[in-house]
Structures are given as C-alpha cells and as structure tokens.
C-alpha cells in the first residue's frame, strides 16, 4: 500500500510523530489542543464522510485515533460556547460553507456516513462572532433527486 493511503487506526497509539508521518504521510491540518500537544488531521475518502484525528502528546507521541464525524462526536458540540475553531480541531475542514444572510448566520456543512448507513450532513451554524447557534441533521443533498451532484 502506498504511503499515505492507509487509514490511521488504533495500532499507531504509542508510535512517534516520525511513524505516523512515514505511514501517513502530512496530514492536511494540524491543530493545537487544549492543554497541550496536537491533533493531525486526515480526511479519507472522496465523500469527506470519514476524517481521522491523531492526537499527539507534547512528547510527539500518538495517545489516541479516530474516526471524527459520527454521530456521537456531532452531539458534543456546545451551542452558544464553541467556536469555529474548535469546530475546526474536531471535525476538520467543512465540505462547504453557505451564508444565511437574512439570519446572520453561516453554515459550515459535514457530511459523515449515520450509524454506518446513512449519507448524512451535519450543518453546525456559526454568527458574525464565531460562535455556534445552532446544529441541524438531514440527508446529504448530494444523494439525493438521482444523486448527480456529488461535489
């Protein structure tokens, strides 16, 4: 398999910055966490429906991996305390961003793959400031009407 290609899983906890990055390669984001060290982030796949956070301690150390846009990690995000950028740190880039401009309010769109099933979106919205005011679940549009809008 070529570098880069493999899917970040569990066997790499303990593997050093160097390891993940001969098996992975750069990852497309790097992000600081609270406290300390940091969080690489690799989206796989053509969808954008799978993205693969390692979290690396301040020794460069991987302390934990996983799939991030499921479900469960969708309802942990707080409305009216979190920010863009930890939105950002935990889901990665969104598919696409849609302004609301009667409302104030900006869209940032996930797509992930509900219980394993579903081709789903999450749209976590944002105000003027960065904060988020609201989070909704549907069907990814890109599947539906024939699915012939997969951008």
């Known amino acids: 398999m ?9 066997s ?5 910055r160097a390891a993940v990055l ?17 969080r690489w ?3 796989l796949g053509g969808m954008q429906q799978f993205v693969w956070a390692v979290d690396l301690d301040t020794a460069g150390r991987v ?16 409305i009216g305390i979190d920010t863009e950028a930890d ?4 889901f990665g880039a969104p598919r696409i961003v849609v302004p609301f401009p009667r409302t104030g309010l900006a869209g940032w769109m996930f797509p992930y793959l509900e219980n394993d099933l579903w081709n789903s979106e999450m ?3 944002f105000d003027a400031q960065g904060i988020v005011r609201k989070v909704e679940n549907g069907p990814d549009p890109r ?3 024939g699915g012939n809008d997969r951008h």
Do not use: K
């Open 2 to 10: 070529v570098s880069g290609c493999a899917t970040p899983d569990s």
């Open 12 to 16: 790499l906890v303990g593997a050093d």
């Open 22 to 38: 001969a098996r992975h390669g750069s990852p497309p984001e790097v992000h600081p966490l609270p406290g300390a060290g940091e």
């Open 41 to 43: 982030i690799y989206p």
């Open 63 to 78: 302390v934990q991996v996983r799939q991030v846009r499921t479900a469960q990690n969708f309802s942990r995000v707080r």
């Open 87 to 90: 939105v950002r740190r935990e």
């Open 123 to 125: 749209a976590i919205y």
């Open 143 to 145: 599947f539906l009407g």
